[in-house]
């Protein structure tokens, strides 16, 4: 069974920086579409980067765009997010996505979440 292990989540102040990592239980994440989602209290969950299979295109919701860098080592199946200019609006339970695509469909899985929390 495909597992994704996030880590790096934390307690920062404002304009700190944290790094999340999701290691991936697949040889080789090339072939992946990746990315992190996060969710706060009361809200739904929210798509913060995503990075494509194969070309590892890169795209950013607009409120971390300039502050959030998106990154993977495929050799290692690992995802980072390098989170920098952190604000109390970021404080949420961030979650690794990675998608498996099929001929004929596809299929989504996720990590257990991390805490990151900004707050004076």
């Known amino acids: 069974q495909l597992q994704l292990v996030e880590s790096g989540g934390g307690l920062v102040e404002p304009g700190g920086s944290l790094t999340l990592s999701c290691k991936a239980s697949v040889p080789d994440s090339t072939y992946y579409t990746m990315g992190w989602f996060r969710q706060a209290p009361g809200n739904e969950r929210e798509e913060v980067s995503c990075s494509l299979r194969i070309s590892s295109t890169r795209s950013y919701v607009d409120a971390v765009k300039g502050r959030f860098t998106i990154s993977r080592d495929n050799a290692k199946s690992t995802l980072y997010l390098q989170m920098n200019n952190l604000k109390p609006e970021d404080t949420a339970v961030y979650y690794c996505?990675?998608?498996?695509?099929?001929?004929?469909?596809?299929?989504?899985?996720w990590g257990q979440g991390t805490q990151v929390t900004v707050s004076a």
């Open positions: 996505k990675l998608r498996v695509t099929f001929l004929v469909g596809e299929y989504d899985s």
